[in-house]
């Protein structure tokens, strides 16, 4: 799942919620939920992908762009209303599974430690379910797009 996604849905708990940990918690868990659904994760993402690292400079673009449509995102919200510890607990919760396991600087180093490498065995699993890119892309910015709507929302 796009980390916009993830993010954009952990601040919307976090934001709720209001409490730090408690967002963080959930942020986390949302993070599961939302990997359940199945989805694809860019040009790389197919089914039985041995380690998750990126393969093409087309990946490393696809998720430089996710990344920068966050950051537009998240800024804009800044803009519209007071961005709460909620928030951004949230948000740190719903992408720190993804930070942990796909970040390809140190996610290699990390699955040789044992926990870790089970939480990649788990994380992998409960994404075993891919799509075409376009229908993927269609869910994820779905997504995207509810939560945005809804962190507007209650900004107001």
Partial sequence: MLITAHALTGAFIGKEVGYPPLAFL?????????????????????PGKSNGMPKSTGQYFFV????IVLAILFGFLNKQHEV????????VGGIF???IDNVPFWSHQLRKLPRIKQFHQFHSMIQRI??????????????????FYLLLRSSH
């Fill in 26 to 46: 959930l942020g986390l868990l949302s993070h599961f939920a939302l990997d359940v659904i199945p989805h694809c994760d860019g040009p790389d993402d197919k």
């Fill in 64 to 67: 430089l762009a996710d990344v």
């Fill in 84 to 91: 709460t510890y909620g928030f951004v607990w949230g948000a």
């Fill in 97 to 99: 599974p993804d930070c």
């Fill in 130 to 147: 891919k799509t075409p890119l376009w229908f993927g892309f269609l869910i994820q910015y779905s997504i995207v797009a509810i939560f």
